[in-house]
Structure formats: structure tokens, C-alpha cells
Nanobody, 121 residues
Framework: QVELIESGGGLVQAGGSLRLSCAAS????????MGWFRQASGKEREFVAA????????FYADSVKGRFTISVDIAKNTLYLQMNSLKPEDTAVYYC??????????????WGQGTQVTVSS
């Protein structure tokens, strides 16, 4: 069983930055690829970023490319999403997930509870 706990969400002005964290149980990162997804109110959950279990391959949605960075700290068992140049359209609940490390949400078996990110204009 994999447990994932997100933190770091909050309210920020447009142009600001936030860093989301996802604490994982056990040897999650050696077994699973990891992803960040988000779901805005009234919309489908969408892919944001992913990293393969090797840590050598990362993938980003076009909407966040160049602004967001996904990374893993193996020693701390923590996944991060550094978000810079935030826009109001980035407002959503952000979820971390463990699975294949692809861009497709159905490839992920384990999900955190989510953390709210709100970007004001």
C-alpha cells in the first residue's frame, strides 16, 4: 500500500511561486513513476507533470512547460512541484499520484488527498 500526502498549497498572487510537496511511504519512488495532476472546479482532472521511476525522464503539460518543475528527493521520500509565474488559470486542487509515470491519469494506482492552489489576479 502506498500513502501519499500533499502539502504546500495556498493563496498566491499572479506571478508568484509555490512549491508543492508530496510525502510518500516506503520505497515508492524506486517502484513507481510519479505524477502531478490538477482539477479545477467543474472540470476534469488533468495532467500537469510526471517523472519516471528512473528519475531521468520528466514530462509536462504544454500549459505549464517552462514554469513548473517536477523533482524527487529520494532521501526525504518526497516529490515536489515547483510552480513559478503562476496564473489565475492554475487555480485548482493539485494531486500527486504513483503509477506508471505517464501523462494518462488512469495509469496511476495511488493518489493523495489533494492540496488547493488559488492564484488571484
Amino acid at each position: 500500500q502506498v500513502e501519499l500526502i500533499e502539502s504546500g498549497g495556498g493563496l498566491v498572487q499572479a506571478g508568484g511561486s509555490l512549491r508543492l510537496s508530496c510525502a510518500a511511504s516506503g520505497r515508492t519512488f524506486s517502484r513507481y513513476g510519479m505524477g502531478w495532476f490538477r482539477q479545477a472546479s467543474g472540470k476534469e482532472r488533468e495532467f500537469v507533470a510526471a517523472i519516471r521511476s528512473s528519475g531521468r525522464s520528466t514530462f509536462y503539460a504544454d500549459s505549464v512547460k517552462g514554469r513548473f518543475t517536477i523533482s524527487v528527493d529520494i532521501a526525504k521520500n518526497t516529490l515536489y512541484l515547483q510552480m513559478n509565474s503562476l496564473k489565475p488559470e492554475d487555480t485548482a486542487v493539485y494531486y500527486c499520484a504513483a503509477g506508471s509515470g505517464t501523462t494518462w491519469r488512469y495509469d496511476y494506482q495511488y493518489w493523495g488527498q489533494g492540496t488547493q492552489v488559488t492564484v488571484s489576479s
